[in-house]
T-cell receptor, first 111, second 112 residues
Framework: QKEVEQNSGPLSVPEGAIASLNCTYS??????FFWYRQYSGKSPELIMS????GDKEDGRFTAQLNKASQYVSLLIRDSQPSDSATYLC???????????FGKGTTLSVSS | DAGVTQSPTHLIKTRGQQVTLRCSPK?????VSWYQQALGQGPQFIFQ???????QRGNFPDRFSGHQFPNYSSELNVNALLLGDSALYLC???????????FGQGTRLTVV
């Protein structure tokens, strides 16, 4: 069973701080990696995709991928209370096209 | 540009009944995937449709079936509903294999 692991949290950070969210995956052949944000009672919203080793930056968000360590992370700079949500890590494994999700990490940003 | 749309948004069914959920993909997308999300869990993959065929299936019983139409829209059917089928059902559409998938607003199914 291919797995994606995330710390469920909650992760609490003060407003303006950097939030660091981590994810590990078991399928070494995985090629596509995504971060989704999900507000309570809403559907997941895609915020970052990354396909190659290294960093990818988009505004306040930076995704980091290390395929050798099978590790993906998401950094949120200058965290805002509106960033408070559950962040889902998703991976597309080598064998298929389906997204395999972790259970999500709940982030709470206090003002 | 309309995103992924799902209907209905909420549904209450009785145990043993059957339900059909509908999804229209984002413009330009030809692949539709369905996920089940229980409270406090990540979405679980049910199946994926491409070119009107089921391309991949997750670990769900045959009570869960689907269909994709020529216009790429899709239906999810669940027969003989169980209390444990109560969940948020999510539809996601995507273009090429492995690329970004976008979700609809979901259908909240409650089985009583």
């Amino acid at each position: 069973q291919k797995e994606v692991e995330q710390n469920s949290g909650p992760l609490s950070v003060p407003e303006g701080a950097i939030a660091s969210l981590n994810c590990t995956y078991s399928d070494r052949g995985s090629q596509s990696f995504f971060w989704y944000r999900q507000y309570s009672g809403k559907s997941p919203e895609l915020i970052m995709s990354i396909y190659s080793n290294g960093d990818k930056e988009d505004g306040r968000f930076t995704a980091q991928l290390n395929k050798a360590s099978q590790y993906v992370s998401l950094l949120i700079r200058d965290s805002q209370p509106s960033d408070s949500a559950t962040y889902l890590c998703a991976v597309v494994g080598q064998a298929g096209t389906a997204l395999i999700f972790g259970k999500g990490t709940t982030l709470s940003v206090s003002s | 540009d309309a995103g992924v749309t799902q209907s209905p948004t909420h549904l209450i069914k009785t145990r043993g009944q059957q339900v059909t959920l509908r999804c229209s993909p984002k413009s330009g997308h030809d692949t539709v995937s369905w996920y089940q999300q229980a409270l406090g869990q990540g979405p679980q993959f049910i199946f994926q449709y491409y070119e009107e065929e089921e391309r991949q299936r997750g670990n769900f019983p045959d009570r869960f079936s689907g269909h994709q139409f020529p216009n790429y829209s899709s239906e999810l059917n669940v027969n003989a509903l169980l209390l444990g089928d109560s969940a948020l059902y999510l539809c996601a559409s995507s273009g090429q294999q492995g690329t970004e998938a976008f979700f609809g607003q979901g259908t909240r199914l409650t089985v009583v």
